[in-house]
């Protein structure tokens, strides 16, 4: 149990479009859902948390008018990288955590964002 | 959250223990000790958690010391398919669903044949 997907798991977009990147639970209700980016040889950094019908909390730096996250049912979050750049690059990773499952945040395998 | 400190790599023998430390000395009562793993290009993997007393699971045991400044994880047979950054994080209970995980640079771990 507990599993989560992420689609696409790569992208290859060009600069000055609009990409999504869909985030699953495929068998828990996921009241609460995180996204995360990753730059080569760094840590993961929260770029925000979104609860379930609600508007996501971007973390501090992050431009909520370019990363656009929508959480509209239990087991579904987007984002949306609005008119991206080549330093958009990166690797997007989302999270999930549930009511069922004491609230342990389980991960997705990520996707990897080029813009060219 | 209480920050870590982890060994920038390590390195391990195929079928030997793995021990990996981290240091968390401004831990509070009331948190917990956890431990991810993330392979290349892939997402985290969590591994093992603990307030207080050691635990052990089918990946891998955390022993934590009495004082909970510091926490060792062991990884009893390394195996190739180990080689992966590990995160060592200290957060607060899970009361309520929107704690957040605060990520060091974690611990690279090469297990070699």
């Known amino acids: 149990g507990a599993v989560v997907s992420q689609h696409p798991s790569r992208v290859i977009c060009k600069s000055g479009t609009s990409v999504k990147i869909e985030c699953r639970s495929l068998d828990f209700q996921a009241t609460t859902m995180f996204w995360y980016r990753q730059f080569p040889k760094q840590s993961l950094m929260l770029m925000a948390t979104?609860?379930?019908?609600?508007?996501?909390?971007?973390e501090q730096g992050v431009e909520k008018d370019k990363f656009l996250i929508n959480h509209a049912s239990l087991t579904l979050s987007t984002l949306t990288v609005t008119s991206a750049h080549p330093e958009d690059s990166s690797f997007y990773i989302c999270?999930?955590?549930?009511?069922?499952?004491?609230?342990?945040?389980?991960f997705g395998p990520g996707t990897r964002l080029t813009v060219t | 959250d209480a920050k870590t400190t982890q060994p920038p790599s390590m390195d391990c023998a195929e079928g030997r223990a793995a021990n990996l430390p981290c240091n968390h000395s401004?831990?509070?009562?009331?948190?917990?000790v956890y431990w991810y793993r993330q392979i290349h290009s892939q997402g985290p993997q969590y591994i093992i958690h603990g307030l207080k007393n050691n635990e052990t699971n089918e990946m891998a045991s955390l022993i934590i010391t009495e004082d909970r400044k510091s926490s060792t994880l062991i990884l009893p047979h390394a195996t190739l398919r180990d080689t992966a950054v590990y995160y060592c994080i200290v957060r607060g209970p899970n009361a309520g669903n929107n704690r957040k995980l605060i990520w060091g640079l974690g611990t690279s771990l090469a297990v070699n044949p």
């Open positions: 979104s609860n379930e019908g609600s508007k996501a909390t971007y």
């Open positions: 999270s999930a955590n549930g009511q069922d499952l004491s609230y342990e945040q389980y």
């Open positions: 401004t831990i509070s009562g009331n948190e917990y």
